[in-house]
């Protein structure tokens, strides 16, 4: 099955540590989206990416850094300078001609404590 | 700030009682998305609409973009309790690369 894939489900960590959550996509997208979402709110884009080996910030890159070496691959390193970092993570694909038709992935709940 | 707006926040219906979510932007967008959420999971891609005027029907839900292309809502005929989630509209505000900008969602409820 074709589809997003990211791990884990749920990550606890403790203030101050860096961590990287996972997102794995055999859809042959070109385009990749790191969104966070906070309880009643809507989707905030954090990182994106067009092709390989290039990515652009988002509205809340701040904290945050991404890395895109291969095409199925696009992880999140949520960093010690994020202030607030407990929130749902979102990762997202597309093809080149329907960017607003996004895949997501189940998603990763983050905890930092 | 926010520049996509949603209305209600919040409805909970009984089943059988219709729905209806509405979408309103800051600027003309020259497409909206909406997308459903169910509780626990992820957003999952509904619809596109892209011309002023239009609308379009998928089975009990109706969606509709205003004359303007400022404006959006979603209609559900009938609600079942498999319409339980989160309805959110998503339009591209960015300039260059197109990426979309979410609301902030309609939750919606739907009691037996």
């Known amino acids: 099955d074709g589809g997003i894939t990211q791990s884990p489900k749920y990550l606890f960590r403790k203030e101050g540590q860096n961590v990287t959550l996972s997102c794995e996509q055999n859809?042959?997208?070109?385009?990749m989206y790191w969104y966070r979402q906070d309880p009643g709110q809507g989707l905030r884009l954090i990182y994106y990416?067009?092709?390989?080996?290039?990515?652009q910030k988002g509205d809340i890159a701040e904290g945050y850094s991404v890395s895109r070496e291969k095409k199925e691959s696009f992880p999140l390193t949520v960093t010690s300078a994020q202030k607030n970092p407990t929130a749902f993570y979102l990762c997202?694909?597309?093809?080149?001609?329907?960017?607003?038709?996004?895949?997501f992935g189940p998603g990763t709940r983050l905890t930092v404590t | 700030g926010q520049q996509v707006m949603q209305i209600p926040q919040y409805q909970h219906v009984q089943e059988g009682e219709d729905f209806t979510t509405y979408c309103n932007s800051s600027?003309?967008?020259?497409?909206i998305q909406w997308y459903k959420q169910r509780p626990g999971g992820h957003p999952v891609f509904l619809i596109q609409?892209?011309?002023?005027?239009e609308v379009k029907k998928q089975k009990r839900l109706t969606f509709q973009f205003g004359e303007a292309k400022k404006n959006s809502s979603l209609h559900i005929t009938a609600t079942q309790t498999t319409d339980v989630g989160t309805y959110f509209c998503?339009?591209?505000?960015?300039?260059?690369?197109?990426?979309?900008?979410f609301g902030k969602g309609t939750m919606l409820l739907v009691s037996p």
């Open positions: 600027t003309t967008l020259s497409n």
């Open positions: 997202a694909s597309s093809i080149p001609d329907r960017v607003y038709e996004q895949y």
């Open positions: 609409l892209v011309k002023s005027g």
């Open positions: 990416s067009q092709i390989v080996n290039d990515f």
């Open positions: 859809l042959n997208h070109d385009a």
């Open positions: 998503a339009g591209p505000f960015n300039s260059g690369y197109s990426t979309l900008t």
